[in-house]
């Protein structure tokens, strides 16, 4: 299949069966074309050629399946160990750069710990302490989300330190992928989850709360709330 990001659209639009996506709601950002996830990330994984530019023309579109399939051949390419160190730092520049692009919890969540996080692995990871405070949710959900693969790594510091600085976010996106992180963070380490808890249960958003404590004991989860 030839790779272009044109062949990848009319790839999505066969999957479909329509080649004008609809408008779903008021925003027209959202249009879609009536394609799952499951089928968008089918047709992605036969893109994992395309370029950086290629994928910024993609999260250029207006239609929400194209800029999942966007993400999600950026997360395949930076899972992939036979991607260069320059193609990992090309996408993981563009997905910083383009973020105004990547506007959704999911879209977010799709790439987030392999593009970001995998990328700062062995890097400074102070830029994680800049999205937590942008003025974007998106941006500041990238920044709890992107520490996912520390998590994986045994590492859940960033993870935690990120949370402390969302613990009061006032956005329902925010506040539950901090909640869910940490939740997983204390998977590894339960102590340092309790200590967080211990700090900052009384004053966190419900929502948050009911995230992080979910995999606790009946116990220990009713003194937290």
Known sequence: MKQSPDSLI??????????????DGPDDDFQKLGVNPGRVFKVAKQFTDLTASDLEYLLESPIYEVRLAAVSVMDFQARAKRTSDAQRESIY???????????????????APYVVGGYLADRPRDVLDGLARSAS???????????YYFIRMDEVEDTFRIAEALVHDDHRFVQTAVGSWVREAGKRDLDRL???LDDFAGSMPRTMLRYATEKLDPETRARYR
Do not use: C, M
């Open 10 to 23: 009319a790839a999505l639009q066969e999957v479909a069966g329509v080649t004008t996506a609809k408008a």
């Open 194 to 196: 309790l200590r967080f």
């Open 137 to 147: 949710p998106w941006e500041r959900r990238t920044a709890i989300v992107a520490t």
């Open 93 to 111: 520049e563009l997905y910083i750069r383009r973020h105004d692009r990547i506007n959704s919890w999911d879209l977010v969540d799709r790439a």
